[in-house]
T-cell receptor, first 113, second 116 residues
């Protein structure tokens, strides 16, 4: 079945540095890739998404890149701030007649002041 | 827009008791998803509905779990009888009609369930 691998599981960066989280998926038919941020005790919140006909998308300090050939996509956060500290989840969307997401296992990002 | 609403936010119960979790999706959304989140297993999809009809319940762990969606604005997830291993945060999410590449899901605040 579909599998999504997410790395690293934990990431510590100094404030102002960049952070990169990578996900690899197995279903080549996947064509929608959202990223969620979950702060401690809160709900997962969509922060950015990308569709398969786009290679890169940017929203202020956050960007996502997609390589469909290699079946991987990445989240890039620049100029990190303490409020970026959270768990980040990638997901892929299965398109074979279903609307399930398959989530990665999450990356705990800690931004050190 | 109020977003996805869940109740209760916290539930503490004893093993063997019935637990009912409630969800109100975003108005106009016709997809509703129930997830369970634990440290060990991460985010697991339990079941999802489209236009109030259960489409995929393959994630429901066992017969003790059941879900209903009697109308477009309300869904319940019931556990009967509850067990300590059911302790988790249960999220409801909703999504609108899918675009060319699927449906974006918006999560509710979750219900933290503790079964003693």
């Amino acid at each position: 079945g579909e599998n999504v691998e997410q790395h690293p599981s934990t990431l510590s960066v100094q404030e102002g540095d960049s952070a990169v989280i990578k996900c690899t998926y197995s279903d080549s038919a996947s064509n929608y890739f959202p990223w969620y941020k979950q702060e401690l005790g809160k709900r997962p919140q969509l922060i950015i998404d990308i569709r398969s006909n786009v290679g890169e998308k940017k929203d202020q300090r956050i960007a996502v890149t997609l390589n469909k050939t290699a079946k991987h996509f990445s989240l890039h956060i620049t100029e990190t701030q303490p409020e970026d500290s959270a768990v980040y989840f990638c997901a892929t969307h299965l398109t074979s007649g279903t609307y399930k997401y398959i989530f990665g296992t999450g990356t705990r990002l800690k931004v050190l002041a | 827009d109020a977003g996805v609403i869940q109740s209760p936010r916290h539930e503490v119960t004893e093993m063997g008791q019935e637990v009912t979790l409630r969800c109100k999706p975003i108005s106009g959304h016709d997809y509703l998803f129930w997830y369970r989140q634990t440290m060990m297993r991460g985010l697991e999809l339990l079941i999802y509905f489209n236009n109030n009809v259960p489409i995929d319940d393959s994630g429901m762990p066992e017969d003790r779990f059941s879900a209903k969606m009697p109308n477009a604005s309300f869904s319940t997830l019931k556990i009967q009888p509850s067990e300590p291993r059911d302790s988790a945060v249960y999220f409801c999410a909703s999504g609108g009609s899918p675009g060319p590449d699927g449906v974006t899901q918006y999560f509710g605040p979750g219900t933290r369930l503790t079964v003693l």
